[in-house]
Nanobody
Framework: EVQLVESGGGLVQAGGSLRLSCAASGFTFDDYAIGWFRQAPGKEREGVSCISISDSTRHYADSVKGRFTISSDNAKNTVYLQMNSLKPEDTAVYYC????????????????????WGQGTQVTVSS
Protein backbone atom coordinates (compact mmCIF):
# COMPACT_ATOMS: atom_id res chain seq x y z
CA GLU A 1 0.00 0.00 0.00
CA VAL A 2 1.37 3.38 -1.05
CA GLN A 3 1.60 5.79 1.86
CA LEU A 4 2.71 9.40 1.88
CA VAL A 5 3.04 11.35 5.12
CA GLU A 6 3.74 15.07 5.10
CA SER A 7 5.22 17.01 7.96
CA GLY A 8 6.88 20.34 8.65
CA GLY A 9 4.06 22.80 8.14
CA GLY A 10 3.34 25.62 10.54
CA LEU A 11 3.01 29.33 11.08
CA VAL A 12 5.82 31.61 9.94
CA GLN A 13 6.27 35.31 9.32
CA ALA A 14 6.72 36.66 5.84
CA GLY A 15 10.33 36.28 4.76
CA GLY A 16 10.79 33.19 6.89
CA SER A 17 11.49 29.59 5.94
CA LEU A 18 9.97 26.16 6.41
CA ARG A 19 10.99 22.71 5.26
CA LEU A 20 8.29 20.22 4.39
CA SER A 21 8.96 16.49 4.36
CA CYS A 22 7.13 13.74 2.52
CA ALA A 23 7.91 10.26 3.82
CA ALA A 24 6.98 7.57 1.31
CA SER A 25 6.44 3.85 1.76
CA GLY A 26 4.88 0.89 0.00
CA PHE A 27 6.44 1.32 -3.44
CA THR A 28 9.75 1.35 -5.28
CA PHE A 29 10.81 4.91 -4.63
CA ASP A 30 13.29 5.16 -7.49
CA ASP A 31 10.61 4.54 -10.14
CA TYR A 32 8.38 7.39 -9.09
CA ALA A 33 7.94 11.12 -9.35
CA ILE A 34 6.96 12.98 -6.21
CA GLY A 35 5.15 16.26 -6.46
CA TRP A 36 4.12 19.00 -4.09
CA PHE A 37 0.78 20.69 -4.59
CA ARG A 38 -0.99 23.34 -2.56
CA GLN A 39 -4.53 24.49 -2.15
CA ALA A 40 -5.63 27.75 -0.59
CA PRO A 41 -9.22 28.35 0.53
CA GLY A 42 -11.47 29.01 -2.43
CA LYS A 43 -8.75 28.21 -4.95
CA GLU A 44 -7.91 25.25 -7.12
CA ARG A 45 -5.11 22.88 -6.22
CA GLU A 46 -1.92 23.98 -7.96
CA GLY A 47 1.38 22.29 -8.64
CA VAL A 48 4.31 23.74 -6.73
CA SER A 49 7.21 21.46 -7.57
CA CYS A 50 8.04 17.94 -8.66
CA ILE A 51 11.06 15.65 -8.70
CA SER A 52 11.54 12.51 -10.73
CA ILE A 53 13.51 10.27 -8.40
CA SER A 54 15.35 8.23 -11.06
CA ASP A 55 17.17 11.19 -12.62
CA SER A 56 16.45 14.00 -10.15
CA THR A 57 14.75 16.11 -12.80
CA ARG A 58 13.04 18.99 -11.04
CA HIS A 59 10.20 21.29 -11.99
CA TYR A 60 8.90 24.41 -10.28
CA ALA A 61 5.95 26.71 -10.60
CA ASP A 62 6.94 30.19 -11.71
CA SER A 63 5.55 31.61 -8.47
CA VAL A 64 8.11 29.71 -6.36
CA LYS A 65 11.20 29.60 -8.60
CA GLY A 66 14.23 30.89 -6.78
CA ARG A 67 12.54 30.54 -3.38
CA PHE A 68 11.63 26.85 -3.08
CA THR A 69 13.91 23.86 -3.56
CA ILE A 70 12.80 20.24 -3.91
CA SER A 71 15.18 17.41 -3.02
CA SER A 72 15.11 13.74 -2.19
CA ASP A 73 16.90 11.45 0.23
CA ASN A 74 16.58 8.10 -1.49
CA ALA A 75 18.00 6.20 1.49
CA LYS A 76 15.10 7.53 3.58
CA ASN A 77 12.44 7.44 0.84
CA THR A 78 11.75 11.06 1.66
CA VAL A 79 11.27 14.16 -0.44
CA TYR A 80 11.76 17.63 0.98
CA LEU A 81 10.49 21.03 -0.02
CA GLN A 82 12.66 23.82 1.33
CA MET A 83 10.65 27.03 1.28
CA ASN A 84 12.50 30.31 1.73
CA SER A 85 11.40 33.94 1.50
CA LEU A 86 7.86 32.91 2.22
CA LYS A 87 5.03 35.26 1.31
CA PRO A 88 1.46 35.48 2.62
CA GLU A 89 0.26 34.19 -0.74
CA ASP A 90 2.11 30.93 -0.05
CA THR A 91 -0.45 30.18 2.66
CA ALA A 92 -2.20 26.92 1.81
CA VAL A 93 -2.49 23.26 2.63
CA TYR A 94 0.46 21.53 1.03
CA TYR A 95 0.13 17.99 -0.26
CA CYS A 96 2.69 15.57 -1.58
CA UNK A 97 1.69 13.12 -4.27
CA UNK A 98 3.26 10.16 -6.05
CA UNK A 99 3.20 9.26 -9.73
CA UNK A 100 4.45 5.82 -10.77
CA UNK A 101 6.72 7.13 -13.52
CA UNK A 102 8.92 10.18 -14.18
CA UNK A 103 7.05 13.28 -15.31
CA UNK A 104 8.03 15.81 -17.91
CA UNK A 105 7.60 19.54 -18.15
CA UNK A 106 4.09 19.30 -19.60
CA UNK A 107 2.84 16.81 -17.02
CA UNK A 108 4.30 17.49 -13.63
CA UNK A 109 1.70 19.98 -12.44
CA UNK A 110 -1.32 17.94 -13.48
CA UNK A 111 -2.98 16.33 -10.45
CA UNK A 112 -4.41 13.54 -12.61
CA UNK A 113 -0.92 12.11 -13.17
CA UNK A 114 -0.58 11.35 -9.47
CA UNK A 115 -2.24 8.26 -8.08
CA UNK A 116 -1.47 8.64 -4.41
CA TRP A 117 -1.74 11.61 -2.08
CA GLY A 118 -0.79 12.49 1.45
CA GLN A 119 -3.13 14.02 3.98
CA GLY A 120 -1.71 17.53 3.68
CA THR A 121 0.06 19.93 6.02
CA GLN A 122 -0.97 23.52 6.69
CA VAL A 123 1.43 26.35 5.93
CA THR A 124 0.44 29.80 7.13
CA VAL A 125 2.52 32.86 6.36
CA SER A 126 1.66 36.00 8.30
CA SER A 127 2.33 39.48 6.98
Amino acid sequence: EVQLVESGGGLVQAGGSLRLSCAASGFTFDDYAIGWFRQAPGKEREGVSCISISDSTRHYADSVKGRFTISSDNAKNTVYLQMNSLKPEDTAVYYCAAANHPLGALEWDGPDYFGSWGQGTQVTVSS
